[in-house]
């Protein structure tokens, strides 16, 4: 029988499945595993140099939270869980005892120790003790090491763990010992803004892609959920969709219609086992996802509970950049010597475009064009290579319409359109079909059953509705697979062979052609060519992105966008420091490429564009709407001045770190934009006119939870007001903006508020009238802010006080730090939201 | 003796900035998981917490629990817990079946409070 630790030998031969991975202490009662699938590694129980214990520690850093006892310990192999409802997650475990006997159980502090009918019972709830204390698990369930081992151990500094658990992002097996090896560490080559040739840009591009492919797949394979619950419907289609709360663990990773999932059943007495895997489809603003199963055979319908959910990751948009980028090195016809050159930064002869010059430069069906549109297209027409640079509402999609329609006029064959994301590619293929342009929208296979505003132009909806009767053997087999949900192997292969001959005759006979940039590297486009490429939104995809929809044979291309604007977001914080946060229009802005900028915008009110313009745009926005379209009549709001429909409402409240980890929430801020936004109900405004952003994912699910547990009207009212971040608002816009700014503290930065960008997207959005909230002592520091609010001061704007009693604020702004700097504009920080 | 020293000495040097970056972390994992689970109404538990009547029953036979589980663990001190030590039945699920297991806890440990419950561990003893 074993009697005590001194069991144990330290230090001999080779590394024991359960030592410890940061100290390798391998005592058994010592160690427990960490229950994540993807990660399994064993944990001691001592704090080494560190502030929690080894277990602990990796239980924050990796943000893992459940785990298995070694089944040498005292309690066997045990997944500690609440003993009533099964919950695994370790932060929320406490023992509590019975009262007269001595047993004890695990429960979990949140909702079962907070059941009302527990109290009556034959358990002492007073004495809740919570596995984890002070930073250690109890040391009578995982013992702490003694001196002896620990002095034995491995000696790991808090440096070296977090190190280590960065490194297991990427690579799970990583031992301590790869910190030490060369390349670990090393930042991977940074971009630069000239290339000898198409390899060298590879060479430095194809890293960091690789960087952020990898990123993204370890953050998206470690979201697996259990005890998810669903609720089952049939769609239209007839396929099973399954609904569940699939919340964001970690607000890094966004759930967007198209993603993959897998939906698992373990099994029970009644059911077998079973899994399948599904397309999300749709998500609420109560993050319900609704995911269509793939296979309608033998899903459990009668079945609610205990269902668990993985992320299936897809390498597809990655690998097409890395195809882009080899494509554009190795084939010569990929894009013309002109713009090969002029991409890779090299001196060019100036070249003109022959065209023959469209009388007017407007077209059917589009609003008539002003001076800068005007110049904007004719300029465009006539060069290989332009840069449209588009402010908030300055008709960016009306002008991209316009030289589309002129392109396919020209007879060079279609034109392909396309934007990093599927909103703007709609919003493109709806304003290009309008002029009478004969428009094919290419959706992912993956997002055939989203919903789609241009449903009519897609792809897949025109292959089922082309109503001729050479396809009615199509529609024919179409039909017995939606009735009997397969088709037998012959069928399947003639219903492939026919589908794929009608998708291609469909894409043949389009003037124009749109998808996303990852749609273009599409299969069902291999052997089209397209000399005239139209990227929208460009400086929010990343180069090799934006590459994708050109290495097939442009001859002149088009890129929109607005580099004051937010760029791509990048997770990987290595991938971005070196650069590839930078878009390839902005890259050709550094290069002295001129853009045109559209000047006049249509969306805010005049007041609204003033501080925008100057600080962004050298005051070039001319205003195209006047006050007297933008009154809100009927509309009673105390707006501090008449007229001027903005107020900066002074807030005081302290910030505190919220849900996950890198996050804020500001109390009474969100107390006070849910007055705001109810004052605003009250008026008479609709929800969907109102807009709240912050900055923070934080204090975003703090407000839509205070709302709906406060707000004094309809609870459905506060459901469908969007509460958002700067980020997901760009590119839209609402008629009334409530911007709550959440930092609060005087010691520290202002964080994501300080991207000239982002408070630039912020100030931008709305048409009627903007609230901001925030903190002037701290967020005067910040020269932009502190000039931001200088302007609302100066105008009588900066209030405090009582909604319905705001009085001139008299607070004192503190000194700015540094003189305004404006390359921040450019190849600026990851445009992640924490 | 020299050893303990040195392992004394590195106990204390934590540095203070790790600390503070790692208690933010923390809080904010304990803070998500805690509004994680109030937001989720649906899922209002109904209780299954009665006390398998075995466990009444061995009290007075501790032998009678072993047998019952199977599988019983003796903790390593065996049966010398008596002075500092309080032995503890722990009951846990394993699917559907209850099953208890039995564990020392510190005899000044908050779970060990009233005198019933004691005496209760002494009789076993
Ligand atoms: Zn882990
Ligand atoms: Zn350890
Ligand atoms: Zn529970």
Same mark, same amino acid.
């Given at each position: ?214 990123? /993204? ?84 319908? /009668? ?119 599927? @909103? ?5 293929? /709806? ?126 291309? @088009? ?166 971040? @700067? /980020? ?107 | ?125």
């Amino acid at each position: 029988e074993e009697t005590g630790d001194e069991n144990y030998e330290f230090g001999k031969g080779d590394f024991t499945e359960h030592a410890c991975r940061y100290c390798a202490v391998q005592n058994p009662a010592c160690v427990v595993r960490c229950n994540i699938p993807t990660c399994r590694k064993w944990f001691c129980n001592s704090r080494g140099n560190t502030s929690g214990s080894h277990i602990v520690n990796h239980l924050v850093r990796a943000k893992h939270k459940e785990v298995c006892l070694h089944k040498d310990s005292p309690l066997g192999e045990t997944i500690l869980e609440c003993y009533n409802c099964g919950c695994r997650n370790v932060f929320l475990l406490g023992f509590i005892s019975a009262k007269t006997e001595s047993v004890v159980v695990l429960l979990c502090r949140e909702p079962c120790l907070n059941v009302n009918a527990l109290k009556d019972m034959n358990w002492d709830l007073s004495q809740w003790c919570p596995l984890i204390d002070d930073r250690c698990f109890l040391p009578w369930l995982v013992k702490v090491p003694s001196e002896q081992e620990q002095l034995r151990a491995r000696q790991i500094s808090a440096q070296q763990i977090n190190k280590l658990e960065e490194l297991w992002k990427t690579n799970p097996d990583a031992s301590i010992e790869d910190l030490e090896k060369p390349g670990v560490d090393d930042e991977p080559q940074p971009v630069s803004l000239k290339y000898e040739d198409a390899y060298q840009y590879q060479n430095v591009f194809a890293p960091l892609i690789k960087l952020e492919a990898d990123y /993204d797949k370890l953050m998206k394979e470690s979201q697996s959920k259990d005890n998810v619950s669903v609720r089952w419907d049939i769609g239209l289609n007839k396929k099973r969709v399954a609904y569940f709360v699939f919340p964001k663990e970690d607000n890094e990773v966004r759930l967007v219609p198209g993603d993959e999932l897998r939906l698992r059943y373990s099994g029970d007495t009644a059911h077998p086992a079973w899994q399948s895997v599904g397309h999300v489809i749709k998500l609420t603003a109560q993050e319900e996802v609704a995911l269509e199963l793939r296979a309608s055979q033998g899903v459990p319908v /009668d079945v609610n509970h205990g269902f668990s959910v993985d992320f299936v990751w897809k390498s597809t948009s990655f690998d097409r950049m890395q195809g882009a980028m080899k494509t554009f090195a190795v084939d010569e016809t990929s894009v013309s010597g002109y713009i090969y050159h002029h991409l890779l930064g090299h001196e060019v002869e100036h070249q003109v475009v022959r065209n023959v010059l469209p009388r007017r430069f407007g077209a059917p069906g589009l609003p008539e064009l002003n001076a800068s549109q005007v110049f904007a297209v004719k300029s465009v027409l006539q060069k290989p290579i332009s840069l449209i640079q588009g402010p908030p509402g300055t008709g960016k999609t009306v002008t991209s319409a316009a030289i589309v329609y002129h392109m396919a006029k020209q007879g060079q064959g279609q034109v392909l359109v396309c934007a990093p994301s599927n @909103v703007a590619v709609d919003q493109l293929a /709806d304003k290009i079909s309008s002029t009478g342009l004969k428009v094919v929208r290419l959706c992912a296979k993956s997002r055939e059953a989203v919903m789609s505003p241009v449903e009519h132009l897609t792809l897949h909806y025109q292959v089922r509705h082309l109503d001729t009767s050479e396809k009615s053997e199509l529609h024919k087999l179409q039909q017995l697979k939606d009735e009997q949900g397969e088709l037998s192997s012959s069928d399947e292969k003639k219903f492939k062979a026919l589908k794929r001959a009608t998708e291609r005759e469909i894409l043949q006979s389009a003037d124009v052609i749109c998808c996303t940039c990852v749609g273009a590297g599409d299969p069902r486009l291999e052997n089209f060519r397209f000399r005239q490429v139209l990227v929208d939104e460009s400086t929010q995809a990343t180069e090799p992105e934006c590459l994708i929809p050109l290495v097939l044979g442009v001859k002149q291309v @088009v890129l929109v966008g607005d580099h004051c604007q937010l760029g791509p977001v990048i997770m990987c914080k290595k991938a971005a420091r070196a650069g590839l946060a930078q878009s390839l229009f902005e890259r050709l802005v550094l290069l002295g490429h001129k853009t045109f900028r559209l000047q006049v915008q249509y969306r805010m009110h005049p007041c609204l564009s003033e501080f925008p313009s100057n600080s962004f745009y050298e005051g070039t926005l001319q205003n195209g709407v006047t006050v007297n379209e933008r009154q809100s009549s009927g509309i009673d709001f105390p707006w501090p001045v008449p007229n001027r429909p903005m107020f900066f409402y002074v807030q005081m409240g302290q910030e505190e770190i919220s849900a996950s980890g890198t996050s804020y929430l500001n109390r009474t801020e969100a107390a006070n934009v849910e007055k705001i936004v109810t004052t605003f109900l009250r008026s008479g405004v609709i929800p969907s006119q109102i807009g709240v952003i912050t900055p923070y994912e934080g204090q975003r699910a703090y407000i839509v939870s205070y709302m709906s547990r406060n707000g004094s009207l309809r609870q459905q009212l506060y459901k469908e007001i969007e509460v958002a971040s @700067v /980020d997901s608002f760009q590119g839209r816009e609402k008629d009334y903006i409530i911007l709550s700014c959440v930092r609060s503290n005087e010691h520290q930065g202002i964080g994501f508020l300080n991207d000239p960008r982002r408070l630039n997207v912020a100030l931008t959005r709305a048409r009627y009238g903007i609230v901001i909230l925030g903190n002037p002592k701290v967020l005067s520091k910040q020269p932009l802010w502190n000039s931001l609010l200088t302007h609302y001061k100066e105008h009588e704007c900066l209030v405090e006080g009582p909604l319905n009693n705001l009085k001139q604020s008299m607070v004192q702004f503190q000194k700015p730090k540094k003189i305004y700097n404006s390359r921040l504009f450019y190849g600026g920080g990851p445009a992640m939201v924490h | 003796e020299e050893d303990s020293v040195l392992v004394r000495q590195k106990l204390v040097k934590v540095d203070p900035k790790e600390e503070e970056d790692f208690e933010r972390e923390m809080k904010a994992l304990m803070q998500e998981s805690l509004e994680s689970r109030k937001l989720e109404l649906r899922s209002r538990p109904t209780l299954n917490m009665m006390i398998p009547m075995n466990v009444f029953e061995g009290s007075k036979d501790p032998r009678f629990v072993e047998g019952e589980s199977g599988e019983e663990t003796v903790d390593e001190e065996g049966g010398n817990g008596g002075q500092n030590k309080v032995r503890v039945k722990v009951l846990m699920k394993r699917g559907n079946k209850q099953q208890t297991k039995q564990m020392y806890i510190p005899r000044d440990c908050s779970l060990v409070h009233s005198t019933k419950q004691l005496e209760a561990a002494e009789v076993e003893e």
